[in-house]
């Protein structure tokens, strides 16, 4: 078996470039995925290189291609005719991959009602309930009742923290005096680079932090 002593370095300049540049994070994740394959033969990222995606609008980015499969693989998504990339993800959406990507169980009845606007019946209300019983969300208060607000546009700032919270993720502290409470979790998945908070995220960035985060938490790549 071959052996490629430069990886590291390759590995660390991708990681440089990515928190330089945060829409090249598809780049980053591609190469970690790719590493057990080029160092140890991983059959898990040669399942990812060889697995046809049925989705007729899927990015052309390796990166994204391969995040996209690995959720699919592991049941995050769903095969459907259009993924519809760069369309923002709701916060029904991201909380129901979240939940299936980090093994939270959502199959109890009561499952429902646990925000006003999570009534029983809705596709989502299972998912966001399970969160909300693990502590992964907390919603919004509205009146005097908390709302999760399924339907909204989930920014980056609630994503990180959802996305921390639910991995078991560690945060450091701000050494910045009244920082906001946003900056930890997204410092601990872009380090000293920090993109619009209150920016939406795309469909496609969404299923890459989300697989990125669950293959950190097999085992398939590092942190």
């Known amino acids: 078996m071959m052996h490629f002593p430069f990886l590291s370095d390759v590995i660390s300049l991708s990681r440089y470039i990515c928190y330089s540049h945060p829409l090249m994070k598809p780049l980053y994740f591609a190469i970690l995925l790719l590493t057990p394959f080029i160092s140890a033969g991983s059959a898990v990222a040669l399942t990812l290189m060889s697995t046809p995606l049925p989705y007729a609008d899927a990015p052309r980015e390796r990166g994204t291609q391969i995040a996209l499969s690995y959720a699919l693989a592991h049941g995050v998504i769903e095969p459907r005719a259009q ?129 990125e985060a669950m293959a950190q938490k097999r085992g398939e790549i590092y942190e």
């Open 83 to 211: 993924i519809f990339p760069r369309r923002p993800v709701t916060r029904a959406e991201f909380v129901k991959m979240i939940v299936v990507a980090a093994g939270i169980d959502y199959s109890s009845r009561n499952f429902a009602g646990c925000f006003v606007d999570t009534p029983a019946g809705e596709w989502f209300s299972p998912f966001v309930c399970a969160a909300k019983k693990q502590g992964v969300v907390k919603g919004y208060w509205q009146g005097k009742a908390p709302v999760f607000l399924p339907h909204q546009p989930i920014t980056y700032a609630e994503a990180a923290k959802i996305l921390i919270v639910a991995f078991k993720k560690q945060t450091t502290p701000s050494l910045i005096p009244n920082s906001p409470w946003y900056e930890p979790f997204i410092r601990a998945i872009n380090g000293f680079d920090q993109p619009d908070p209150f920016g939406l995220v795309s469909r496609a960035l969404a299923v890459t932090l989300i697989s």
